[in-house]
Nanobody, 124 residues
Framework: QVQLVESGGGLVQAGGSLRLSCAAS????????LGWFRQVPGKEREFVAA????????DYAESMKGRFTISRDNAKNTVNLQMNSLNPEDTAVYYC?????????????????WGQGTQVTVSS
């Protein structure tokens, strides 16, 4: 089992950058694939990015490609999301998630463990 805690959210102006981090507990962190999702009130949770156990493979939602970068440090039990060129449409609560599988990484149902989320607000 793994517990996830996100940090790094906040208020930023359009065009700015933020770096989200997710700290995981548990000695088997490297056994989990990790993902970032986001959600705004009234809408479904949306896939942002995912990374495999070793970090050798990543995937991004189309609208995040070229702007967001997911990375992980298995020695520090952390996964990060570097977000650049932010726009107001990126405003959401961002969640970190972990799964022992790599079969359904772009859907919330593909993850067994979730953090509590961190708010990102982009002002125009």
């Amino acid at each position: 089992q793994v517990q996830l805690v996100e940090s790094g959210g906040g208020l930023v102006q359009a065009g700015g950058s933020l770096r989200l981090s997710c700290a995981a507990s548990g000695r088997t962190f490297s056994s989990y694939a990790l993902g970032w999702f986001r959600q705004v009130p009234g809408k479904e949770r949306e896939f942002v990015a995912a990374i495999t156990w070793s970090g050798s493979n990543t995937d991004y939602a189309e609208s995040m490609k070229g702007r967001f970068t997911i990375s992980r440090d298995n020695a520090k039990n952390t996964v990060n999301l570097q977000m650049n060129s932010l726009n107001p449409e990126d405003t959401a609560v961002y969640y970190c998630a972990a799964t022992i599988y790599w079969s359904d990484w772009s859907r919330p149902g593909g993850y067994e463990y979730w953090g509590q989320g961190t708010q990102v607000t982009v002002s125009s």
